[in-house]
């Protein structure tokens, strides 16, 4: 475990996290690859502000119109559960 550098605490780390934050990790880092080939990599920006705009405008696409092969092809928007009025269920009773 070297301080100096890094590196060898920055292993450590790695090999003990838990299979869950590997699996988080996995979308995070397609999520950040999506994001500098679709918005950082396709416009040559001149301001932080048009940066955030695009990226704002191409949030809203990402998470409300465009499918994810994740999801079945289905949109987050879409996808992401409702809730139910009080007192009503989506489960049915099998008799």
Known sequence: ???SSGRRIAASRCASSSLA????NAYIERFNR???DEVLSAYPFESTEQVQQITDDWLIEYNE???H???WRVPPLT?????LPAGESSFKLST
């Open 79 to 83: 996808y992401m559960p409702r809730e």
């Open 34 to 36: 999506t994001y500098r």
């Open 1 to 3: 475990m070297r301080s």
């Open 21 to 24: 934050s590997q699996n988080e």
């Open 69 to 71: 092969d994740s999801l």
């Open 65 to 67: 119109l465009r499918p």
